[in-house]
C-alpha cells in the first residue's frame, strides 16, 4: 500500500516533477536515478537533460526494470538506459547528478548512501530526494493515522515489534537523508508538499 500510495497517490505526478526541478540538471548532463522502480520519473528528467544528455535508471528488482525498459521501448527514448543494481553500491562510477524517490525510507543506513551519492557526483554535482514521512503540519497531522496503517500495509514483516516501530523508523531514515543532503550542499534547498507527507530537499555538492 506505500508503495501504492507513492506511485498511485494524488498529486504523486507533480510531487515527480518538482523534484526534477528541484535537481535542476543541465542539457547534456548524464542523471543517475537511485531506485528507478518503474521509470515514472524518465520523463520528467529526459525533459531536463535534453537530448544531447543521459538519464540512467538503477533498480534491483527485475520486475521493476522490466517495466522500466518496456517505458523506455514504447516511447523510444535512445538515451534513458536501466541497470540492474543496488542503490547502496551504484553500478556507476561518475555522474553529474543522483535522484532518488520514496527510497531513503527503505536503506538501513541512509545518511552514510547519501554520502557515497554526494562523493559519486562530485563538487559541483547535484542531488536530490523525494520521501514521504508522517506530517508534522497542522492540517496534515490527522491523517498521521492514516498514513501509519498504509506504511504496515506495505510491510513484509508482520511481526508486532516490526510493525510498531516502523513509521517512527521511516521518519528517522528521511530525516536521516536528508540532514546528509544539506551536510553536503552548498546551497541546500528542502520543501514539504502533500499537507506535509512529502519532503523534497535538493541541493549542490560542496
Same mark, same amino acid.
Given at each position: 500500500?506505500?508503495?501504492?500510495? @507513492? !506511485?498511485?497517490?494524488? $498529486?504523486?505526478?507533480?510531487?515527480? %516533477?518538482?523534484?526534477?526541478?528541484? #535537481?535542476?540538471?543541465?542539457?547534456?548532463?548524464?542523471?543517475?536515478?537511485?531506485?528507478?522502480?518503474?521509470?515514472?520519473?524518465? +520523463?520528467?528528467?529526459? %525533459?531536463?537533460?535534453?537530448?544531447?544528455? !543521459?538519464?540512467?535508471?538503477?533498480?534491483?528488482?527485475?520486475?521493476?526494470? =522490466?517495466?522500466?525498459?518496456?517505458?523506455?521501448?514504447?516511447?523510444?527514448?535512445?538515451?534513458?538506459? *536501466?541497470?540492474?543494481?543496488?542503490?547502496?553500491?551504484?553500478?556507476? %562510477?561518475?555522474?553529474?547528478?543522483?535522484?532518488?524517490?520514496?527510497?531513503?525510507?527503505?536503506?538501513?543506513?541512509?545518511?552514510?548512501?547519501?554520502?557515497?551519492? @554526494?562523493?559519486?557526483?562530485?563538487?559541483?554535482?547535484?542531488? =536530490?530526494?523525494?520521501?514521504?514521512?508522517?506530517?508534522?503540519?497542522?492540517?496534515?497531522?490527522?491523517?498521521?493515522? #492514516?498514513?501509519?496503517?498504509?506504511?504496515?500495509?506495505?510491510?513484509?514483516?508482520?511481526?508486532? @515489534?516490526? #510493525?510498531?516501530? +516502523?513509521?517512527?523508523?521511516?521518519?528517522?531514515?528521511? *530525516?536521516?537523508?536528508?540532514? @546528509? #543532503?544539506?551536510?553536503?550542499?552548498?546551497?541546500? !534547498?528542502?520543501?514539504?508538499?502533500?499537507? $506535509?507527507?512529502?519532503?523534497?530537499? =535538493?541541493?549542490?555538492?560542496?
Amino acid at each position: 500500500m506505500y508503495d501504492a500510495l @507513492a !506511485t498511485y497517490g494524488p $498529486g504523486v505526478s507533480t510531487l515527480r %516533477e518538482r523534484t526534477a526541478a528541484a #535537481l535542476d540538471p543541465q542539457a547534456g548532463d548524464t542523471v543517475v536515478e537511485m531506485g528507478c522502480g518503474t521509470g515514472a520519473n524518465f +520523463a520528467y528528467l529526459r %525533459e531536463r537533460v535534453g537530448d544531447s544528455g !543521459t538519464v540512467v535508471g538503477v533498480d534491483f528488482s527485475p520486475g521493476m526494470l =522490466a517495466v522500466a525498459r518496456d517505458r523506455v521501448v514504447r516511447e523510444k527514448w535512445e538515451n534513458v538506459h *536501466v541497470v540492474r543494481g543496488d542503490a547502496t553500491q551504484p553500478p556507476v %562510477e561518475h555522474t553529474d547528478a543522483v535522484v532518488a524517490s520514496f527510497v531513503s525510507g527503505m536503506l538501513a543506513d541512509p545518511a552514510a548512501v547519501v554520502d557515497d551519492w @554526494a562523493d559519486l557526483v562530485g563538487p559541483g554535482g547535484r542531488l =536530490a530526494l523525494l520521501d514521504l514521512a508522517r506530517s508534522t503540519r497542522p492540517a496534515g497531522r490527522p491523517l498521521n493515522a #492514516l498514513f501509519h496503517g498504509l506504511v504496515l500495509a506495505g510491510m513484509p514483516s508482520k511481526r508486532p @515489534a516490526d #510493525l510498531s516501530a +516502523a513509521t517512527e523508523l521511516l521518519d528517522r531514515r528521511v *530525516v536521516a537523508a536528508q540532514r @546528509a #543532503l544539506r551536510k553536503r550542499c552548498v546551497d541546500a !534547498t528542502y520543501s514539504t508538499h502533500a499537507l $506535509g507527507f512529502a519532503r523534497l530537499g =535538493a541541493g549542490t555538492v560542496r
